[in-house]
């Protein structure tokens, strides 16, 4: 796994309504989320995750992007109370209490403006545009527990745009085959090369791939 930018940063930069215990806290998310990246795609070569990305256009940064050849995941990492959370009728709620903030869609916005960016990068690299037509982003929320109390069960949990995961001993194996691990990806270069010019801290990438 090839790794870049800081997860959390933002939330360390950052002034105003994130300052204090609800930067803090969503640090320690974004920080438990990239241990488990570490734990799923720590030993495939082929995987590339870039943390804390700007998309143009999205109001927040994304706390995740893992890239696989043309598969990409975008990940928000999530404390949330413990308890079970369920969905019906469109209307999230944890045990009998509704929770509206589960039901936001803002995820999917930052996918569709990361696939805009993608398509861009075929216009302008024909060598890469035949691949697109196998193109695949996934929006997952992954949800972490916000203190000790219980765990976050999200089994029955339809978030309105993408998947869910709860953090535990079962989500980097769900995350390896939500991405498809297996066999070598087209090569992806002017891809990763696009998608790391959205890191706040810039460092270098040598993308596999031209």
Same mark, same amino acid.
């Given at each position: 796994?090839?790794?870049?930018?800081?997860?959390?940063?933002?939330?360390? =930069?950052?002034?105003?309504?994130?300052?204090?215990?609800?930067?803090?806290?969503? =640090?320690?998310?974004?920080?438990?989320?990239?241990?488990?990246?570490?734990?799923?795609?720590?030993? +495939?070569?082929?995987?590339?995750?870039?943390?804390?990305?700007?998309? %143009?256009?999205?109001?927040?940064?994304?706390?995740?992007?893992?890239? =696989?050849?043309?598969?990409?995941?975008?990940?928000?990492?999530?404390?949330?109370? %413990?308890?079970?959370?369920?969905?019906?009728?469109?209307?999230?709620?944890?045990? &009998?209490?509704?929770? %509206?903030?589960?039901?936001?869609?803002?995820?999917?916005?930052?996918? =569709?403006?990361?696939?805009?960016?993608?398509?861009?990068?075929?216009?302008?690299?024909?060598?890469?545009?035949?691949?697109?037509?196998?193109?695949?982003?996934?929006?997952?929320?992954?949800?972490?527990?916000?203190?000790?109390?219980?765990?976050?069960?999200?089994?029955?949990? &339809?978030?309105?745009?993408?998947?869910?995961?709860?953090?535990? %001993? &079962?989500?980097?194996?769900?995350?390896?085959?939500?991405? +498809?691990?297996?066999?070598?990806?087209?090569?992806?270069?002017?891809?990763?090369?696009?998608?790391?010019?959205?890191?706040?801290?810039?460092?270098?990438?040598?993308?596999?791939?031209?």
């Amino acid at each position: 796994m090839n790794s870049y930018g800081t997860p959390g940063g933002t939330l360390v =930069r950052a002034g105003g309504w994130t300052t204090g215990d609800r930067a803090a806290q969503g =640090r320690v998310g974004e920080l438990a989320c990239a241990e488990l990246l570490g734990q799923a795609f720590s030993a +495939d070569p082929d995987v590339y995750v870039l943390h804390d990305l700007r998309i %143009p256009g999205y109001q927040a940064n994304v706390d995740h992007v893992v890239v =696989r050849g043309f598969h990409i995941l975008v990940i928000d990492a999530k404390q949330w109370k %413990p308890g079970l959370y369920w969905t019906m009728g469109g209307t999230t709620r944890r045990g &009998r209490e509704a929770v %509206p903030h589960a039901d936001k869609q803002t995820l999917a916005a930052a996918a =569709r403006k990361l696939r805009e960016r993608i398509l861009a990068v075929g216009d302008s690299t024909p060598a890469v545009k035949p691949h697109l037509a196998g193109l695949r982003i996934d929006a997952v929320t992954v949800v972490f527990a916000s203190n000790d109390n219980g765990k976050v069960n999200t089994t029955l949990y &339809r978030p309105k745009d993408g998947t869910a995961i709860a953090a535990g %001993p &079962r989500a980097a194996g769900r995350l390896k085959k939500m991405l +498809d691990t297996t066999g070598s990806p087209a090569p992806c270069g002017p891809i990763l090369r696009s998608l790391h010019g959205l890191l706040p801290d810039q460092t270098t990438v040598t993308a596999h791939g031209r």
